[in-house]
């Protein structure tokens, strides 16, 4: 398993940008961050968890979206630092949240199921004025 450890959230007015990065660490000399989906979630008062974007891993690397981020958010990775960044642009109201990082040593099927992560991190907050 892997630590993850969230950062760069804060507040924004409303059309602005954010980036949040994630630092992964295995929790044994036999777990690489490499070998781990990253993806982000978001939670805001009262509501579930929510998917918003994932990143495979290997060679032929994808990207997954909420339909509500899709074009506006972008989730990369870096194996060598071990950090998983979720670039954020033309924020809205609605996308005020706490936002956590994740892993999972699964790949394919659906990548939003939360259960499938065996790792998360503390979160953090997100606020978008308007």
């Known amino acids: 398993q892997v630590r993850m450890v969230e950062s760069g959230g804060g507040m924004v007015e409303a059309g602005g940008s954010l980036t949040l990065s994630c630092a992964a660490s295995g929790r044994t000399n036999k777990d690489y961050v490499s070998d781990y989906v990253l993806a982000w979630f978001r939670q805001s008062p009262g509501r579930e968890r929510e998917f918003v974007a994932a990143?495979?891993?290997?060679?032929?690397?994808?990207?997954y979206y909420s339909d509500s981020v899709d074009g506006r958010f972008a989730i990369s990775r870096d194996n060598y630092k071990n950090t998983v960044i979720l670039r954020m642009d033309s924020l809205k109201p609605e996308d005020t949240a706490v936002y956590y990082c994740?892993?999972?040593?699964?790949?394919?099927?659906?990548?939003?199921?939360?259960?499938?992560?065996?790792?998360w991190g503390q979160g953090t907050q997100v606020t978008v004025s308007s």
């Open positions: 994740a892993a999972s040593r699964s790949e394919g099927g659906t990548y939003s199921y939360t259960p499938r992560y065996c790792c």
């Open positions: 990143i495979t891993r290997g060679i032929g690397i994808n990207t």
